[in-house]
């Protein structure tokens, strides 16, 4: 069965660093996220890319963030500056088409610490 | 202003019972909605679409009442494997973009 992949499953870096989490969603689908779970909260959306582009994003997706597709397979997120508080798990996600009742499928997640 | 809510339980319950659980959801122009299940330290992963006419996936039941903008989810015969966190889904998108908000989830023990 197909499924999202995501690299590294962790990651340690030190506050003001960049960092890019990697993705790769299942081969046939077409829309891509990115989440991200703080430990003990709620799973947030940070943003959805369609077509080479960002098709929405939440207020938690902030200049210091940005998203790429640099291949067919790929998807990444960049974090510019990690500051402490950026420390989370981040799930990719990948979905076939849009509409209603479509599901995300989530890759492992790669969990980030920043010292 | 929370958007999704869920009892956070725990729910503890023996094996074989049968246990409910319920969330809310605040947007009325919702037209998608999920029920996940999480392990600990895992990804979310899909358990079930829940439909307008309600739905059921072998031991699993999901309902949907837009009325009352309340979703549920019926686990029968639990199963020690059933044991994780139950997150109520739902798109809040205003188009179909599928912006998936997420409640806190509803921690189930089954206990042998």
């Known amino acids: 069965e197909p499924e999202v992949t995501q690299t590294p499953s962790h990651q340690v870096t030190q506050m003001g660093q960049e960092v890019i989490l990697r993705c790769v969603p299942i081969s046939n689908h077409l829309y891509f996220y990115w989440y991200r779970q703080i430990l003990g909260q709620k799973v947030e959306f940070l943003v959805s890319?369609?077509?080479?582009?960002?098709?929405?994003k939440s207020e938690i997706f902030d200049d210091q963030f940005s998203v790429e597709r640099p291949d067919g397979s790929n998807f990444t997120l960049k974090i510019r500056s990690t500051k402490l508080e950026d420390s989370a798990m981040y799930f990719c996600?990948?979905?076939?088409?849009?509409?209603?009742?479509?599901?995300?499928?989530f890759g492992p997640g790669t969990r980030l610490t920043v010292t | 202003r929370k958007e999704v809510e869920q009892d956070p339980g725990p729910f503890n319950v023996p094996e074989g019972a049968t246990v409910a659980f319920n969330c809310t959801y605040s947007n009325s122009a919702s037209q998608s909605f999920f029920w996940y299940r999480q392990d600990c330290r895992k990804e979310p992963k899909l358990l079930m679409s829940?439909?307008?006419s309600g739905n059921e996936d072998g031991r699993f039941t999901a309902q949907l009442n837009r009325a009352s903008q309340y979703i549920s989810l019926l686990i029968r015969d639990s199963k020690l494997s059933d044991s994780a966190t139950y997150l109520c889904v739902v798109d809040m998108s205003n188009n179909a973009g599928n912006m998936l908000t997420f409640g806190g989830g509803t921690r189930l023990m089954v206990k042998p």
């Open positions: 829940v439909y307008s």
């Open positions: 890319f369609y077509n080479n582009e960002i098709s929405e």
């Open positions: 996600a990948s979905q076939r088409r849009q509409g209603f009742g479509i599901e995300q499928y």
